[in-house]
């Protein structure tokens, strides 16, 4: 009887029944009475003229949750249903929701009591603005002042309702029709409201997602003119020559969120508009005093807020050179870039000058700026092992990685736009360190680090790095060879262990002036005992990379075969086999590989005292785990592979045991977590498995275990198929016993035709339907190569892009 007298809508509804309803459903009864209760408010919610109740029920009710069950009826009408509402309708319920959040906010009492119906009101109030504010309720932002001016709590709740608002705003920026920000009096508003420092942050997102579109040149006038009111601004809230990174370390969280936003607004303003501020006097002089904002922002030390600036600064220096180069070498960037965006050629000839003088005073600053901050490179990372050793780690592509990266590309464009001015900021910067005027170790460190960074791109000027070093060993040369605070052992030590890697850039008269420098630190070394074994750590080591580039250089082969590699391969594999596993040079590997590479089937009868020497207790180095010994463990398997390419003959006349050590180790190259030890075990897999192709004399014994199968197969072929079969049909188990063998049998039918092998499997994977993006990239690894080199020709247009130790690989004796 009482819920017919509920669902009957068309009179007033009985507020108290429905209060003991709502009661009863949020109540502590049994559990059939709040399932009727969820019953009869699930239907009076979805019925479509419940919200005609909302008002009474407001008015009548003093049950909060029934308040907030009506208000829930009303939100949804609001959300789904309020264009198809009659307007009358819709400003009733404009004005009575405005009104009662007015009344309840008059006075402090009230307001405390019923903040949390205030609040909801408030986010009913804010749907209704989602769809009326500002076209169809203009006055509501001066009819909530003149609310406010009549109570503290009311202007409280302004402020909170406006924040709401504008949050709502700055999800809506992005795809509403432009008419209705830059034909409105929207920007206008916001701009008034970006000095209030409880608007300010929300009316910067807002700004920066308008900055962000770019729809031709239509609106450029209002664009500008947003600029240059913002700037004014902005120099009264941050005026010029504040120091940026100091007030952000010391700034709330609120402060340090402006500032980034601030970089966001200037980044999405610049990337989309910039070249409408290079129009007039006046709007020049904004965008200069804008850009040096960004600058002092990117000094800030907050990972997030240098990614903002850099990615930015990356972009722009890019169009800035690619201007230069075209004007420069036009035929050669037409054929290296192709097409260029819109906005990235500034036109003739003299307008790229133009704009390159008018960028000059900033990328000045911009070049400091990536030399001060400049990221550590691979190269150089030196870390102590869970044993306590200090070993050289590999980066992977991680943050600091990238961004090197990033910063050494921006840093190698501003070096051909001004060579002279990047010497000269590099010079000012060591004068300050060898003054002691801003000499810290991190200081130091950077500018290493972006010395070396250009290397290759400063032409003549190339020197620089190993001059400025051996300036740096000369003036605190006892620093290299004592321990420093936090560090395991001596700098010196960690430069003679990565000696050959670090000068592989280098042409022989920097080699020279490296080596000056490193006998600088060798001399400061007061214990003659060290003395001697830092010469001879370095002596050994070079002595082998000598001999190495020897032997791969030389051009008469016969000669050098016979007078000079057999005398020497006694001594270095004894030594080798004799020592401890970190006196082991890899470079004795590599030496090997090399000879095998040169002298190819000649070096089979050496085989077996390479193998004996260097084979077993390498192998006990480098499967230890998957970390230690890095370079010993690539330079295995290259000599490895060397061997079976060359003297395939020689594997097969070892012992089973060594055979079965040698695919065991195979096994475990292709299991490796890094990538190119992994590609150089299944490469070298490869490299046997053609051979025993060859020369199929090579295998005469069955691949199977006759114990372990059902029937005698005619041949290997056969045998590998039934494996293959059965392998893939325990692997897909959604996939039929037919269609896996025509799988297989198309395999083995396409194996002479590599294109058709790649489009079998990947249909199969396709039918398979086991497989995402990321599995199959291996399967297109042609496209993505040329891909690559295609970029790669990018780079190599650009001096210093392409390191010269890449260079090396590609260069061919004439």
Not at 131 to 159: G, Y
């Amino acid at each position: 009887m009482a819920a017919e007298k509920l669902r009957d809508l068309s009179k007033p509804i009985d507020v108290p029944l429905l209060d003991a309803t709502v009661s009863a459903f949020y109540g502590t009864g049994s559990k059939e009475e709040r399932t009727a209760a969820d019953q009869i408010l699930r239907e009076l919610q979805n019925n479509p003229d419940m919200w005609l109740q909302v008002v009474h029920i407001l008015q009548n009710s003093q049950n909060l949750n029934t308040k907030f069950f009506a208000l829930q009826v009303l939100e949804g009408v609001i959300k789904y249903r309020w264009n198809a509402l009659p307007i009358e309708q819709r400003d009733g319920i404009k004005n009575y929701i405005s009104d009662l959040i007015v009344q309840l906010s008059s006075n402090e009492v009230s307001f405390r009591r019923e903040k949390l119906y205030v609040n909801k009101l408030n986010i009913i109030l804010v749907q209704v603005l989602k769809h009326e504010w500002p076209a169809r309720w203009q006055s509501f932002i001066p009819d909530l002042v003149t609310a406010a001016k009549s109570s503290e709590t009311i202007s409280s709740q302004r402020t909170e309702l406006i924040r709401a608002t504008l949050a709502t705003l700055h999800a809506f920026l992005s795809w509403i029709p432009l008419g209705y920000i830059f034909e409105s009096p929207l920007l206008e508003t916001l701009l008034k409201s970006f000095p209030v420092p409880s608007y300010r942050n929300l009316t910067l997102q807002c700004l920066t997602e308008v900055a962000a579109l770019h729809f031709g040149d239509f609106y450029d006038i209002q664009y500008v003119k947003m600029y240059t009111i913002f700037m004014v601004q902005l120099q009264t809230i941050l005026p010029p020559g504040t120091n940026i990174p100091d007030a952000y370390a010391n700034g709330s969280g609120e402060e340090q969120a402006f500032i980034l936003n601030l970089a966001l607004f200037f980044t999405s303003f610049f990337k989309s508009h910039i070249q409408v501020l290079e129009t007039t006097d006046e709007n020049k002089a904004a965008l200069l005093m804008g850009l040096e904002y960004l600058i002092g922002i990117s000094y800030v030390d907050e990972t997030e807020v240098f990614k903002v600036c850099l990615d930015y600064w990356n972009l722009l220096v890019l169009q800035l050179f690619e201007a230069h180069n075209t004007l420069e070498n036009p035929a050669v960037a037409a054929t290296i870039f192709g097409l260029q965006a819109p906005g990235m050629i500034a036109g003739t000839g003299s307008q790229v000058l133009q704009r390159r003088q008018l960028y000059s005073a900033p990328l000045s600053k911009l070049r400091m700026l990536m030399i001060s901050r400049m990221a550590k490179p691979e190269e150089v990372l030196i870390v102590e092992d869970e044993n306590g050793n200090i070993v050289r780690e590999t980066m992977k592509d991680n943050d600091v990685l990238v961004q090197y990266k990033i910063m050494r590309e921006t840093l190698i464009y501003l070096t051909h736009l001004d060579h002279d001015d990047t010497e000269q900021q590099m010079l000012k910067k060591l004068s300050k360190q060898l003054s002691g005027e801003d000499w810290t170790w991190n200081n130091l460190n950077t500018l290493c680090w972006a010395i070396g960074s250009i290397s290759g791109s400063m032409m003549e000027e190339q020197d620089m790095a190993c001059d400025t070093f051996l300036k740096i060993v000369q003036k605190c040369k006892r620093k290299f060879v004592i321990t420093q605070v936090g560090e395991n052992e001596p700098f010196l030590c960690e430069l003679l262990s990565s000696l050959a890697s670090t000068i592989a850039d280098l042409e022989p008269h920097q080699i020279h002036t490296f080596y000056e420098a490193v006998g600088c630190m060798i001399q400061a070394e007061p214990d003659p005992a060290r003395r001697d074994e830092y010469l001879k750590r370095s002596v050994k080591r070079e002595t082998l990379k000598l001999i190495e580039t020897f032997v791969d250089k030389a051009e008469d082969q016969s000669q050098l075969g016979k007078q000079f590699v057999p005398p020497m391969m006694d001594p270095i594999l004894a030594d080798y086999a004799r020592n401890v596993p970190d006196a082991r040079e890899s470079e004795v590997l590599s030496l090997f590989a090399t000879i095998i590479n040169k002298y190819k089937g000649s070096m089979v009868d050496d085989v077996p005292r390479i193998f004996e020497a260097v084979f077993q207790c390498t192998l006990e180095m480098i499967t230890r785990n998957f970390e230690d010994y890095p370079e010993h463990r690539l330079k295995f398997f290259s000599l490895l592979r060397a061997i079976a390419t060359h003297c395939f003959q020689a594997l097969v006349q070892l012992s089973t045991q060594q055979v079965k050590i040698v695919m065991d180790s195979i096994i475990w190259a292709f299991r490796h977590t890094e990538r190119n030890i992994a590609e150089t075990g299944l490469n070298l897999l490869l490299e046997l498995l053609k051979n025993y192709q060859v020369d199929s004399s090579y295998l005469t014994e069955p691949l199977w275990d006759a114990s372990s199968v059902p029937y005698p197969f005619p041949n290997n072929t056969a045998f590998v198929r039934d494996y293959t079969i059965k392998l893939l049909g325990t692997s897909f188990p959604n996939m039929t016993l037919a269609e896996v063998t025509q799988f297989v049998d198309g395999l083995f039918e396409s194996r002479l035709d590599i294109h058709a092998f790649k489009n079998h499997i990947r249909d199969f994977l396709v039918q398979s339907k086991e497989f995402s993006a990321q599995d199959n990239k291996e399967l297109y690894a042609e496209e993505a190569a040329l891909q690559r080199e295609k970029e790669r020709q990018r780079m190599l247009s650009i001096p210093g892009l392409v390191a010269p130790s890449e260079l090396q690989d590609e260069m061919v004796d004439s």
